[in-house]
């Protein structure tokens, strides 16, 4: 199992904070539940089952976050992963579709039940279930990034 180095930041835990608030302003329900101080969400996220992986808002969006669930599933460390293109976790063929999907996310501020092939940094590919994308804003509306989460996965 890959060992995280990084969630625990100032920034981190701020960002969390965001990507948090604005699953619960799309979704209409708490990603987790929200208890404690911003550290203990912080860590609760980052120790969840499922998968919870982010980007911020770029031309070619560099993936910022993932709970040690996206860690272990792409097979990267803290380090490896939060300088991972977003893009490199499907497959070339699969590319142009994720990135529709993530246009499609960004114009409606989310979109629930997504499914689609994935490939881990040492190329094992795995299917993805009921994943919900959302947009990641601050509370005056200004999008920072795009959240992505799934609990439903096998590998191919």
Same mark, same amino acid.
């Given at each position: 199992m890959l060992k995280q180095t990084g969630w625990e930041s100032p920034f981190m835990l701020q960002w969390c904070q965001y990507l948090l608030?604005?699953?619960?302003? #799309?979704? +209409? !329900?708490e990603l987790i539940p929200r208890e404690g101080t911003p550290f203990d969400q912080a860590e609760y996220l980052f120790n969840s089952?499922?998968?919870?992986? &982010? !980007?911020?808002? $770029?031309?070619?969006?560099?993936?910022?976050?993932?709970n040690q669930a996206a860690l272990n599933l792409w097979e990267m460390n803290w380090r490896q992963f939060t300088k991972t293109p977003s893009r490199l976790t499907a497959e =070339?063929?699969?590319? $142009?579709?994720? &990135?529709?999907?993530? =246009?499609?996310a960004k114009e409606q501020g989310y979109i629930s039940d997504y499914h689609g092939v994935r490939i881990? !940094?040492?190329? +094992?590919? @795995? %299917?993805?279930? $009921?994943t919900t994308i959302w947009n990641i804003h601050k509370p005056d509306g200004n999008v920072l990034g795009q959240g992505?989460? @799934? &609990?439903? #996965?096998? %590998?191919?």
């Open positions: 608030d604005s699953y619960a302003h #799309w979704i +209409k !329900h089952a499922f998968v919870v992986v &982010s !980007h911020v808002i $770029q031309d070619d969006p560099i993936l910022n976050y993932g =070339s063929v699969n590319r $142009q579709e994720r &990135s529709r999907m993530l =246009s499609l881990s !940094h040492t190329g +094992k590919r @795995f %299917f993805v279930d $009921q992505a989460t @799934f &609990s439903t #996965w096998r %590998f191919l």
